[in-house]
């Protein structure tokens, strides 16, 4: 008699385990239909297109992205989802150092784009600026204030001064007193507009305790000018700050 019994209980467990198995696999082919149906019906219709800059844009070139992605070969390429070659077209425009391209769920393509952040001039009347990867810029629409380099640096001088300069940058005062950069015996020298003296700073290496002496040092300077007449600072010197009179 249990023996009957325990084969009736075995046999309803194997058909439950049966119509639950049966249950799972038309519930994931369902899945599966609406997914792709949805996905179909992206692709078969047009979608926006959102293009998000920077919050501050140095160069404006809004117009020149609009021209490229309304181009018909784009479209294609938007289309074929072939974003790489969006994204490496985009990123050649002047003034834009990369974007990225992506599709949302929905159907939408987003274009970020990330601006290149100019440091300085390279030189007083000139409409060429050097950037935060030390390439040459040019836009005759740029209106900033920045530090100018002295004219004929090479290439690792060039290097050097915008590792200083960003290293700078995080201080906003120091940043918006820097005035000029120039090389003198392969030392990196600047200025700061309302101080008389010059600034040898020598290379980028211990960048960060260099401008917490120049920061100090200018702070008694304000304090104490009346009876200071340096014509020259130097920072070069590990744990100390050198003033020079000539």
């Known amino acids: 008699m249990l023996q009957i019994q325990y084969k009736v209980w075995k046999r309803n467990i194997m058909k439950a385990v049966y119509k639950l198995l049966i249950f799972m696999v038309l519930f994931l082919a369902l ?13 078969r219709h047009n979608h926006d297109i959102v293009t998000n800059y920077p919050e ?9 992205v609009k021209n490229l992605i309304n181009d018909e070969y784009y479209k294609d390429l938007l289309k ?8 490496k077209s985009i990123s050649e425009i002047p003034g834009i150092r990369k974007a990225e391209v992506y599709k949302l769920y929905s159907g939408n393509v987003i274009i970020d784009l990330y601006d290149k952040k100019p440091l300085a001039f390279t030189n007083m009347d000139s409409k060429f600026f050097i950037d935060e990867e030390s390439n040459l810029i040019k836009d005759d629409n740029l209106k900033l204030q920045l530090p100018i380099l002295s004219p004929d640096l090479s290439k690792k001088d060039i290097e050097e001064i915008v590792k200083i300069i960003l290293e700078i940058n995080k201080d906003n005062y120091l940043a918006s007193q820097v005035e000029r950069f ?4 392969e030392h990196v020298f600047t200025n700061l507009k ?5 600034i040898k700073i020598g290379d980028s290496n211990n960048i960060k305790e260099k401008i917490k002496k120049l920061k100090a040092y200018c702070a008694y ?8 007449n340096f014509n020259q600072i130097d920072l070069t010197y590990s744990n100390q700050l050198v003033a020079i009179k000539n």
């Open 194 to 198: 309302s101080f008389d003296f010059d």
């Open 221 to 228: 300077y304000n304090k104490e000018s009346s009876n200071l």
């Open 182 to 185: 120039w090389i003198e015996e």
């Open 80 to 87: 074929e989802n072939r974003f790489n070659s969006i994204e």
């Open 31 to 43: 899945v599966v239909i609406s997914i792709t149906a949805n996905l179909n019906n992206i692709n």
């Open 56 to 64: 501050q844009i140095y160069f404006n070139k809004k117009l020149y």
